[in-house]
């Protein structure tokens, strides 16, 4: 089956330490993330795409639950639109038209150029017959499947068509916005010749100042089509002969951007205001899902799936009478903090997507998120069990009940984003902001004061705390300390070579690590007094994190990639794999290590990183197939798999097809790491699958042989 292609199962391990493997880290997003998904498309083999505004694309086989992100795609821009066509997929981005053959695995370019304009929706006729509609260049038809394009614009008054759709009869209709530039008129049009004409079809009830911000057909063949200024609902049902205002139950200021239908007369509509259903074909509708941003919509055999502003996927599978959050991942790239909290989990800040937690070393995240609307900044757990949460515009936020619901305190605290939080072994709690200020709340949050004597205004980055309550801030302008809870802070720079501080930690007994912009790290350990570079200048990237597991191992996350210390910062080692741009590290009870990036979402240790002596680090701790290397290659390529225990394995390379092309193992292997070669020589270029098989355990990479 394809899907076995796409499968990962995590396996529990023994503790282990190694720094010697390929890669130390994985990502544990496991859902569609960014600002929005944009696009949604189910296909014929049951899998579901979603395309992000960054142009990412998540792929899930079990109706949402799961996402596997798909790397190595062109996007870089907003993937407006994705579309099942005669078993591919076609994707409408900022730069054009791209097909896959593979279901999103891969993708090559479409010969339609249209720049500088961008392709807005796409539809089909025949078998074959493609129309796809631009936002300045009218509307092009192919009758090849997408190999190559003709414009087909005459009879359109205006060539920025917002939206496209098609009925089985062949007639086709297109949405146009108006420009008062130029002189046009909002309208639909319709042709019934393969776009080599077109007649204006408008509903006499629409404005001609208006915009058309969506379009869709009903299994009747019924159009449906919404505009945006004057946010009514039209339909036709004869083929755009006739038409009749259908917005009961919609209210004149929400905006509809996308329709899906069921069988006999089921409607869905995304709006700007939630979700709206309508169960007689569109007569009167009522809000199922309200308050939510949708900017997508698509229908799967059994559910309907919707996807927000905000990254956020809602699901139902009773016909839109109820809906869950079936994406158990992240939501946002940009995570900003993450801690281990007292719960035993970890939990997670993001600019856009709210605040997070994993209990299962990050197979599944769950939004903690109720009430705190507002890009989350720093992220922090009192000893009184208090969450605070500080934010860009609107201060600071409490939990008191571990994320079920947050609430504003913001009593004596400016409107400045809160860039860190931390808190005292007295529960006292200090939030630090952009504009180089300190607040401390006594009363777990309810009110604030300032403390700011002696900052001098510099932009704070980060605060720490020492076992004795010593107070240490990361500014533009050095190190400050304070030894009297806030009340007054003293410039202890002595020693630092760089003065533009971004981090700065006090986890480790007796020793305070800072990060610095230009000369990596410094340390002290005479409580900030005077300082020395830490690690003989093996880190000179800027550093932005640190952490410490319960073994005093200390982390720390740069631009360029994290590094470790098991002497107390005397030296550094960097960990192997491409984590970049970190942002904030919090290590788990169990050892894990996770890194928060500013556009990578999380990342998180493949094994613990405690519980065993270094001497113990013989044979891997789980079983791992790693990525080939080099890859692409051509002809040949080395693949490695590690077993903590003696096993019967299967490695073998499969083609798109499914079928098999090599078995590169079969039979008992010993534990340890094993390392083998392919040779691709007899092989087309294109895309393979490795899959290793020990047991119950089943892994694949994805290679690619480029000649």
């Not at 282990?16 to 859902?31: K, L, P, R």
């Not at 260049?137 to 759709?165: C, E, F, K, N, P």
């Not at 919609?250 to 006999?264: E, K």
């Given at each position: 089956?394809?899907?076995a292609?796409f ?7 023994a503790?282990?330490v ?9 990502e544990v997003?496991?859902?569609p ?7 949604l498309?189910?296909?014929?083999t049951n ?34 639109f ?88 062949g007639?086709?209709?297109?949405g ?7 002189g ?29 911000t ?43 951007s ?35 941003g949708?900017t997508?919509l ?11 502003y ?6 139902t599978t ?9 994406n ?12 281990a909290?007292d ?10 997507g ?5 209990s ?7 939004g ?7 890009d ?14 500080g ?13 079920d ?35 401390r ?27 004795s ?6 500014t ?15 410039l ?13 930690s ?15 790290l ?34 720390a996350?740069?631009f ?28 788990s ?26 001497e ?13 290397y ?11 798999f ?66």
């Amino acid at each position: 089956m394809r899907s076995a292609f796409f499968l990962t199962i995590v396996v529990a391990s023994a503790p282990f330490v190694a720094y010697n493997q390929e890669s130390y880290w994985v990502e544990v997003n496991n859902g569609p993330q960014g600002s929005r998904v944009v696009s949604l498309e189910t296909t014929s083999t049951n899998f579901i795409l979603a395309g992000t505004w960054e142009g990412n694309i998540y792929r899930s086989t079990d109706d949402g639950s799961l996402w596997t992100k798909i790397t190595n795609t062109p996007f870089a821009s907003p993937l407006f639109f994705l579309y099942e066509y005669e078993a591919t997929i076609i994707g409408g981005a900022q730069d054009g038209l791209y097909l896959s053959l593979d279901e999103g695995d891969t993708w090559m370019a479409l010969s339609l150029d249209v720049s500088p304009y961008v392709p807005s929706s796409v539809t089909s006729t025949l078998p074959g017959s493609l129309f796809v509609s631009t936002n300045g260049r009218g509307v092009y038809h192919s009758s090849d499947g997408g190999a190559s394009w003709s414009q087909r614009s005459q009879g359109l008054s205006d060539s920025v068509v917002s939206t496209i759709a098609s009925i089985s009869t062949g007639r086709v209709f297109a949405g146009t916005t108006s420009d008062f530039l130029l002189g046009t008129s909002s309208a639909v049009y319709r042709t019934t010749n393969d776009g080599l004409s077109w007649d204006d079809v408008t509903p006499p009830l629409m404005d001609d100042s208006d915009v058309v911000t969506a379009m869709g057909a009903s299994p009747e063949d019924h159009i449906f089509v919404a505009t945006l200024i004057s946010s009514d609902v039209f339909r036709t049902t004869d083929g755009g002969d006739s038409w009749e205002g259908i917005d009961d139950g919609i209210p004149n200021s929400t905006h509809v951007s996308s329709f899906v239908f069921g069988a006999s007369g089921l409607v869905f509509a995304g709006t700007d205001d939630g979700i709206y259903r309508s169960t007689d074909n569109g007569n009167s509708w009522e809000v199922v899902n309200n308050g939510i941003g949708i900017t997508s919509l698509v229908r799967g055999d059994a559910f309907v799936l919707a996807g927000d502003y905000a990254g956020t996927l809602y699901k139902t599978t009773d016909d839109g009478v109820s809906w869950n959050l079936p994406n158990l991942g992240l939501r946002n790239t940009h995570v900003s903090g993450v801690i281990a909290a007292d719960d035993d989990a970890i939990w997670v800040g993001t600019n856009g997507g709210g605040v997070f937690k994993t209990s299962d070393n990050g197979t599944t995240w769950l939004g903690k998120s109720n009430g705190l609307d507002w890009d989350v900044f720093s992220l922090s757990q009192s000893v009184s069990g208090s969450f605070f949460a500080g934010t860009e515009l609107v201060g600071v936020f409490r939990s008191t009940n571990y994320g079920d619901s947050w609430e504003a305190l913001n009593t004596g605290i400016v409107s400045d984003p809160v860039n860190a939080i931390t808190s005292n072994s007295s529960g006292h709690v200090f939030a630090a902001t952009r504009s180089g200020s300190a607040f401390r709340s006594v009363d777990n949050g309810l009110t604030w004061t300032e403390q700011s004597s002696g900052l001098l205004g510099f932009t704070i980055h980060s605060i720490s705390v020492t076992n004795s309550d010593f107070l240490f801030a990361a500014t533009r302008g050095g190190v400050f300390r304070s030894t009297d809870n806030g009340e007054n802070w003293t410039l202890q720079n002595e020693g630092l070579t760089d003065t533009v501080a971004l981090s700065v930690s006090a986890s480790l007994e007796g020793l305070v690590l800072v990060g610095t912009l230009e000369d990596g790290l410094f340390g002290s350990t005479d409580d900030g007094a005077t300082w020395t570079r830490s690690g003989k200048g093996t880190v000179t990237d800027p550093v932005t994190a640190f952490g410490l597991n319960n073994d005093g191992t200390l982390f720390a996350g740069t631009f360029s990639g994290v590094y470790t210390s098991s002497d107390q910062g005397q030296s550094w080692t960097e960990l192997p794999g491409t984590v970049t741009s970190s942002t904030s590290i919090g290590v788990s009870g169990s050892g894990f290590v996770f890194v928060g990036t500013f556009d990578s979402g999380v990342y998180r240790s493949i094994q613990t990183t405690t519980g065993v002596e270094e001497e113990e680090v013989g044979l891997p701790g789980l079983i791992a197939l790693s990525q080939n290397y080099p890859n692409p290659f051509n002809p040949s390529t080395t693949i490695r798999f590690s077993i903590p225990k003696s096993a019967e394995v299967n490695l073998r390379i499969f083609n798109l097809l499914g079928e098999e092309v090599a078995t590169l193992v079969s039979g008992h292997r010993d534990a340890g790491t094993h390392t083998v070669q392919w040779d691709a020589t007899g092989q087309p270029s294109g895309v393979f699958f490795c899959r290793l098989r020990a047991g119950e355990f089943v892994e694949t990479r994805k290679l690619v042989l480029l000649r």
